[in-house]
């Protein structure tokens, strides 16, 4: 799995405010994630990452 700066991803659990895509604004071993929607700002490690990920759409898409 490859993500990066500026991806949009899409998660298997919603968010609070029903949305399920968010906006990479950071990788490494913490993951910084921007909710699309409410523009929440969350960090999850890269291996939670791996668990609640659905779909990885954007500038480098098809590496899933
Ligand atoms: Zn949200």
């Known amino acids: 799995m490859e ?3 500026g991806d ?3 998660s298997k659990k919603k968010h609070v405010c029903g949305s ?3 906006q ?3 990788t ?3 993951v910084k994630l921007k ?3 409410c523009g929440r700002i969350i960090f999850v490690s890269y291996d939670e990452l791996k668990k609640m990920l ?3 759409s954007g500038k480098d ?3 899933l």
């Open 35 to 37: 909710c699309a929607v």
């Open 61 to 63: 898409n098809g590496t």
């Open 3 to 5: 993500i990066n700066v």
């Open 24 to 26: 990479v604004e950071r």
């Open 8 to 10: 949009i991803i899409s």
């Open 20 to 22: 399920d895509r968010w």
């Open 54 to 56: 659905k779909n990885v």
């Open 28 to 30: 490494g071993a913490d």
